[in-house]
């Protein structure tokens, strides 16, 4: 079995400030790690993935998140947030199973941007 | 449409009463899952198919759920008399289904029971 923890359920943070939400989960099984992305009354989107090889993942709106495995941490982070990176912010993680690939994700982080 | 399309997007209906959710994934996927989202309990997973089979039912939390998936494309959640507790956003998935590929997900449906 698997669980993710995502120990802030609400960060606020001023703009341009930098940020760090915190991602910590439980396998006993290699896994594929995640960041999705959900702004108001949408679907779910990816932000970014762990799959193998580098440790360090970047997305292309400058979100970037490091495995370490002996932490079992997942970290997403960003230098300087924009007021556009308001949305919540979800963890999940796959086991390394070829086909069956459902996720298991933290209870999320609500990220909101003070301007 | 290039993404994962959901029907309806709200749906309200009384108590007892039966409601089917429509989803249509990405042309080509052959992966697909159902998810539902809720205040108490968060994200969690439903059920998975491969093609038209289902190999992982582990998540219906009654048997008045269930689901199909015809022609390897178009998938239907169905709950039989709907209870309050089952109000939630239900959305749906799906990928490539060969290992290592991310999942693409509707905006899902907003369930309500009276």
């Known amino acids: 079995a698997q669980s993710v923890t995502q120990l802030d359920s609400q960060v606020p943070v001023f703009e341009e400030a930098p940020v760090e939400l915190r991602c910590n989960y439980s396998?006993?099984?290699?896994?594929?790690l995640f960041w999705y992305v959900q702004y108001p009354n949408q679907g779910l989107q990816l932000l970014l993935k762990?799959?193998?090889?580098?440790?360090l993942v970047e997305s292309i709106n400058g979100f970037e998140a490091e495995f370490n495995k002996s932490q079992t941490s997942f970290h997403l982070r960003k230098p300087s947030v924009h007021i556009s990176d308001t949305a919540e912010y979800f963890c999940?993680?796959?086991?390394?199973?070829?086909?069956?690939?459902?996720?298991?994700f933290g209870t999320g982080t609500r990220l909101t941007i003070i301007p | 449409g290039a993404g994962v399309s959901q029907s309806p997007s709200n749906k309200v209906t009384e108590k007892g009463k039966d409601v089917e959710l429509r989803c249509d994934p990405i042309?080509?996927?052959?992966?697909l899952y159902w998810y539902r989202q809720s205040l108490g309990q968060g994200l969690e997973f439903l059920i998975y198919?491969?093609?038209?089979?289902?190999?992982?039912k582990s998540g219906l939390p009654s048997d008045r759920f269930s689901a199909e998936r015809t022609g390897g494309s178009v998938s239907t959640l169905t709950i039989q008399r709907t209870q309050q507790e089952d109000s939630a956003v239900y959305l749906c998935?799906?990928?490539?289904?060969?290992?290592?590929?991310?999942?693409?997900f509707g905006d899902g449906t907003r369930l309500s029971i009276l």
């Open positions: 998935a799906s990928s490539l289904g060969q290992g290592k590929q991310p999942q693409h």
């Open positions: 198919f491969q093609g038209n089979s289902a190999p992982d």
């Open positions: 396998s006993s099984v290699s896994v594929y």
């Open positions: 999940a993680v796959s086991d390394q199973d070829f086909g069956n690939e459902k996720l298991t």
């Open positions: 762990y799959l193998s090889g580098s440790t």
């Open positions: 042309s080509g996927h052959t992966a």
